[in-house]
């Protein structure tokens, strides 16, 4: 019921369940919020907040319709991860690892990505 305040977010799968059809997808836990200048600051003050990361399924507009239109949906978190760079790398790796393009049993319609060594924390 918390929000890891150390991770940025995380890649999940959402599984329709009448059908068993999928969609891979990331979604960051937060997002930036600009304070506006007050009496006591002189300038604005850059933060973040909770993103609405509890209530998402995915930017693929045929799973937010069948969502709208009541149709149940199995959510499960596949990795957190620390950095932006981290997801767009797992996003990226589990979509081709399963064929999402080719195959029928995932909603997904692209793979995009662009990712930089240097994003990404080495073990």
Known sequence: DITPEEYQGFVYEITEIASNKKYIGKKNF??????PKNSRR???VRTRVESD?????????EVQL??????AF????LKLCKTKG??????AKLQFEKDVLL??????????CKIHAKHLKRS
């Open 30 to 35: 937060w997002r930036p919020k600009t304070l």
């Open 42 to 44: 002189s300038r604005r």
């Open 53 to 61: 990361w509890r209530t998402y399924y995915g930017s693929s507009k």
């Open 66 to 71: 069948l969502v709208e239109g009541g149709h």
């Open 74 to 77: 199995r959510r499960e978190i």
């Open 86 to 91: 981290e997801m767009s790398y797992y996003e």
């Open 103 to 112: 195959s029928d049993e995932y909603y997904n319609e692209f793979i995009g």
